[in-house]
């Protein structure tokens, strides 16, 4: 079976840093995403890991453990439109993606 | 720049029509997917393909169902819409192995 958490709800402040978790249970695992969903749009990639540490890119790194079955995203530097959803997604064997119901990241000024 | 395109961007339609919802890729990718999300909730997996006449039904059961003819459109159909349908359906592709997938930009649709 599949099972993604993550935190509902996350507020920070501009040019602070977050770190938003994701635990995640899946048969036949094959890497993990992560999205950020803005409100009436469609996801849009961030990052992609498969094998354990760290991915960085510009603002925004990604953390996996295969062992821990633990994932994180560093935001740094946010910016008030970092305001979104931000989505853990598992691949299965079949590579289709299992998603999380979303953390939801506001920036206060 | 993703090329991934889903007509109607927006529906709203009465109890019983039949729907066909659009989606094409420009990106020649193999596997295409289908998912569900109601607002606020997470996406659900409802149909995918990974290539020309196959498909597959996801996580989520729908009454919907898709034909993938041609590697480039995979529409979704529903023969008689219902309220519960009311929902925003999202169309993706990705190439062979699990690289990222990208998405359309949605179809809201909305059955009175």
């Known amino acids: 079976g599949q099972n993604i958490d993550q935190p509902t709800e996350m507020t920070a402040t501009e040019g602070a840093i977050v770190q938003i978790n994701c635990t995640y249970q899946?048969?036949?695992?094959?890497?993990l995403f992560w999205y950020q969903q803005h409100a009436g749009e469609a996801p849009t990639f961030l990052s992609y890991n498969v094998l354990d540490g760290l991915e960085e890119k510009g603002r925004f790194s990604s953390f996996l453990s295969r062992s821990k079955g633990y994932s994180y995203l560093l935001l740094k530097e946010l910016q008030m439109k970092d305001s979104a959803s931000y989505l853990c997604a598992a691949a299965n064997s079949g590579y289709a993606l299992n998603f999380g119901k979303g953390t939801s990241l506001l920036v206060t000024p | 720049e993703a090329d991934i395109y889903q007509t109607p961007r927006y529906l709203v339609i009465g109890t019983g029509k039949k729907i066909t919802l659009e989606c094409s890729q420009t990106?020649?990718?193999?596997?295409m997917y289908w998912y569900q999300q109601d607002p606020g909730m997470e996406l659900h997996l409802i149909h995918y393909?990974?290539?020309?006449?196959?498909?597959e039904k996801g996580d989520l059961s729908s009454e919907s169902t898709v034909s993938r003819i041609r590697t480039e459109h995979f529409p979704l159909t529903l023969e008689s819409a219902r309220p519960s349908h009311t929902s925003q359906y999202l169309c993706?592709?990705?190439?062979?192995?699990?690289?990222?997938?990208?998405f359309g930009p949605g179809t809201r649709l909305t059955v009175l």
């Open positions: 993706a592709s990705s190439e062979p192995g699990a690289d990222e997938q990208f």
């Open positions: 990106m020649g990718h193999d596997k």
């Open positions: 393909s990974y290539g020309v006449n196959s498909t």
């Open positions: 899946t048969s036949g695992f094959n890497g």
